[in-house]
């Protein structure tokens, strides 16, 4: 078991996400958090997603931002970006409440 030392994000509010509790740890120690969106779906984002603001809502603003984002940046590096958005290591995340 890796020491228990992260930030308690519960009940934080970052943009449209409120925080409700932990859910686990990734591989790589950052924590993964349940949250509540402002259209009422919940989604799992980790922490640092939430803290540098990568990660603002469910995903019902995802397409307003990769809109925005598709205009900076080219359509191969925006592909490869969204399909990390997709891959959030559930697996991990069982592992570590099996443990
Ligand atoms: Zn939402």
Redesign the pocket.
Known sequence: MRAKRYKDLTGMVFS?LTVISPVGQTSNGGMIWRCM?????E?DVRSSNLVQGVST?????RSEVMSIRAKVRNITRNRRKSRRWNSTPYDDVQEFLNS
Not at 37 to 41: A, D, H, K
Not at 57 to 61: A, D, Q, T, V
């Open positions: 449209r969106c402002e259209c009422g779906m989604t809502s469910c995903g019902c603003k």
